[in-house]
């Protein structure tokens, strides 16, 4: 049970802290620290697209990969309830002014896509095994996607803050064009990503 809540821990404090700054230093510097934080626990996936890698790539299996997403779900809607309790407001991602939902969800597939091979090669791999960089790798990784694709998609990378989003904010007519683009586009990322790992590993 450790590492469930070490999930819904870790994916709290990452997810509150994009809905309360979108900066993607405070992102990325979170994201490491929650990596180092919780990584020798349960390994510090705090987003579903990066589990799905890890069980594309087979080091979880299904019943582990469905826990993890549901706490990293739990941990995404208590930090999109924070923010309405905090700002009096939901806390809801988009894209920037005049971008397409094809370029939405090709940014989203992209850089979760970098994300997730990036935490595959260095917290997964018996080669990189026992290595102290990981964290910063994977934190720097999210602060380059935040910066260079935050203002076109959002920035997101991460579907557990869509699901959270959805289940705070009640009113939200577009459920479907949020679930494409920000919870869709990422698990393909993942998906991918585990399945390009496989490609340029002999373990």
């Known amino acids: 049970m450790n590492k469930y809540i070490i ?9 509150t802290t994009v809905a309360f700054t979108g900066n993607p230093l405070a992102i990325g ?5 929650m990596v180092y934080m919780g990584g020798y626990i349960s390994r510090g996936h705090y ?22 997403i549901f706490f990293q779900i739990l941990g995404a809607t208590l930090a999109c309830l924070t923010y309405f309790l905090v700002i009096g407001n939901t806390f809801l991602p988009k894209p920037g ?5 094809l370029g ?18 260095v917290a997964t791999s018996p080669k ?14 999210l602060m380059a996607g935040a910066f260079a694709g935050g203002n076109i998609s959002g920035g997101v990378y991460n ?6 989003a959805i289940l705070v904010d009640m009113r939200i007519t577009s459920y479907w ?7 869709a586009s990422p698990l393909i990322g993942g998906v991918l990503a585990g399945y390009a790992y496989s490609l340029t590993q002999k373990e």
């Open 7 to 15: 999930e819904t821990i870790g994916t709290f404090f990452l997810v």
């Open 29 to 33: 510097v979170i994201l490491t620290a």
């Open 47 to 68: 987003n579903p697209a990066v589990t799905m890698a890890v069980y594309t790539r087979g080091k979880i299996n299904h019943r582990e990969a469905v826990k993890y």
């Open 97 to 101: 002014a005049g971008i397409s939902i």
């Open 104 to 121: 939405t969800a090709l940014i989203e597939i992209i850089f979760t896509f970098a994300l997730s091979f990036v935490v595959l090669h």
């Open 128 to 141: 990189t095994k026992d290595n102290q960089y990981y964290g910063l790798a994977i934190g720097l990784t």
């Open 159 to 164: 579907p557990a803050i869509a699901v959270g």
């Open 177 to 183: 064009l949020l679930l494409i683009l920000y919870v």
